[in-house]
């Protein structure tokens, strides 16, 4: 079974799931319904919340963006290590994001509803950097003037766009990008087309 499909089905239920219940465009219902909300992680030490709201998504588009960008990149990095590998980089990412959001928003102490599996896709955007850059640029379909205009286009979609947990992106793209550097190892048998 593909992971990286997996993983689609199961944010689409559990988006649809929501929906069922109320509004998943609500703040509220969302920071009801496991998203990351600071006050209840420090007053009621709901730590789960770190892992619930990265299968969580504000929104039809929020959700369908997402899955997008997991199903091309996802893909990719799942042949690359192996269906375990992938799927503990999938959760830490996901978790890594949510963590430094969370810290960040403790440390401005402006509190936000945080929610998405973006931190987990940056994750994957993060490892195939690693990879792209042990291969020379190049990695099956991906190439490193690719991976760079991703990650800028990424990054500035999330500056320009309001409602947009940029650290929750970075902290997923960091720990994605230092997983990889433990868990890929490259075959050096393998024939280098890369020039």
């Not at 988006?15 to 209840?40: C, D, K, N, Q, R």
């Not at 403790?106 to 042990?134: D, K, Q, R």
Request: net charge negative; with cysteine; glycine share 14%.
């Amino acid at each position: 079974m593909n992971f990286t499909i997996s993983l689609i089905i199961i944010n689409v239920i559990i988006y649809f799931i929501l929906e069922s219940m109320g509004t998943t465009e609500s703040a509220v219902f969302m920071m009801e319904h496991g998203a990351v909300y600071p006050p209840y992680i420090i007053e009621r030490g709901e730590y789960w919340r770190f892992f619930t709201a990265t299968l969580m998504h504000f929104g039809f588009s929020h959700l369908l963006n997402n899955m997008v960008m997991l199903g091309a990149a996802g893909q990719i990095l799942e042949r690359a290590l192996g269906k375990v590998k992938y799927l503990l980089l999938y959760f830490a990412a996901g978790i890594g994001g949510c963590v430094l959001s969370y810290l960040e928003m403790m440390h401005s102490g402006e509190y936000a509803v945080a929610a998405g599996a973006s931190g987990s896709i940056f994750g994957i955007i993060g490892a195939l950097a690693w990879i792209l850059i042990l291969h020379r640029g190049k990695y099956e379909t991906l190439t490193g003037k690719g991976m760079v205009m991703m990650i800028i286009l990424s990054l500035y979609y999330g500056v320009s766009t309001g409602d947009v947990d940029n650290w929750g992106h970075i902290g997923g793209f960091l720990m994605g990008f230092l997983i990889s550097i433990i868990f890929y190892r490259r075959n050096t048998k393998e024939i280098d087309f890369g020039g």
